[in-house]
């Protein structure tokens, strides 16, 4: 009988496991994938949504079509419990799904209550929704304009985004024209800039600083936040940044349905531990991917900071766990590794017409090599890898780097 395969998710993760382990055992294999969204969105582009640069039709696609001609099934629901002993996984509409190799790739929520006042007087750009809200405040803003601060809180990982944000509103706001009568702060629990999350890269510190200088951005690194007012940021230094535009990257916390698997063994944040095959901990015959699954970071930090768990880790570990899968099928061990740590660092930091490209051989240190090419070349590289990797995704072809 045909082995099913269950993948949760259907982003990065998701998509790309499902397409790669029905690849790879030729179409001989059963592939389920369940998700409550039912359109792949384009994360690295939430940046440019609140300008207009985007709207979501341009960075999102419908997955059920994608699947369907891959032969993979695709149900439009939310997974609520994974029972790893039973092999089955629950859904919202009460459906139980049996499964003999599982796919967790579920992602992350936002930890909106990491301070008080997030979500009533800050914006974020973390998911399409949020990011569509944060474009109506950006219109209302341009209308009473004042001082903005931007900021990656404590707990936060992806500071990319943040920086993204940062550099994208300064542009903005030269085009408007406010560029002179508009101080706009940076605030980051990174305990010096540039360190991204991934402890840095060398020179990254000045030639962040040099940026930031440039556009005549203040910084306050290496702090918490506090509270957000509905005219300031404050810190918990007791620091009180007045701001009419607040734009806040909160931590990430996994979904509740890992959170809730215990026999998964879940973190605090509801991250999964897993092997450097992707397998959980806990069984063989369960794998987890992508932001989902755990990154124990190699420092401790003053201010508690995330990892940034990007675009292409989280390929690369689907790939890996989709010939995992599709060799303990065949009847073989599973023994492809990659762990996190080790995967290359290949990122676009885009500053709105210019930006930085981030290369590095390991995503965390020690590592041999690790360089940042500033220049309008990253902006270019962005808008091309978005164009291709959503017709990649789209059309479901994996294989293609
Ligand atoms: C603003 C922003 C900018 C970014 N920029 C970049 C960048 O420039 N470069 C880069 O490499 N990376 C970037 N990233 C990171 C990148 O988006 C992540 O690496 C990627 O989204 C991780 O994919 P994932 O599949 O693990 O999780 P997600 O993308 O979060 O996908 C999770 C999937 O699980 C589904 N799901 C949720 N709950 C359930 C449930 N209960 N049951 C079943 N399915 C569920 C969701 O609907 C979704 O389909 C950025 C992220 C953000 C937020």
Redesign the pocket.
Known sequence: MRKTVLV???????LTAALAVKRELHGDVEVKV????DRF?F??S??WLPFGKRDASQITFPVAPTFEAHGIDFIHD???EIDADQQRVRTASGTDHAYDYLVV????RNQMDVVPGLTENAHT??TLEAAQRTGEAWKRYLAYPGDIVIAASQGAG?F??AY?FLFNTSYRLKKAGLQKQVKLTYVSSEPFLGHFGIGGLPHGEQLLGMFLRKQNIDAHVGVALDHVASDAVVLADGTELPSSFSMVIPPFLG???AASATALDPDAKGYLPVRGTYQSEKFDNVYV????AQVVAPWQTAIPMGI?????P?EIQAHTAASNIAAQIRGERPTHEKPFADIPAV??MDAGNNGVIILADKMLPPRDRGVLVPGPQAHAMKLAFEKYFLWKARHGYVQLP
């Open positions: 949760l998710g259907s982003n990065f993760g998701g369940i998700s409550p969204g969105v994360n690295p939430l940046i939310a997974a609520v790739a579920t992602g992350y750009i973390t992806c990319g985004a993204e979904q509740e349905v991917v992508g932001i989902a940034p768990k990007t675009g292409l989280t990122c676009v």
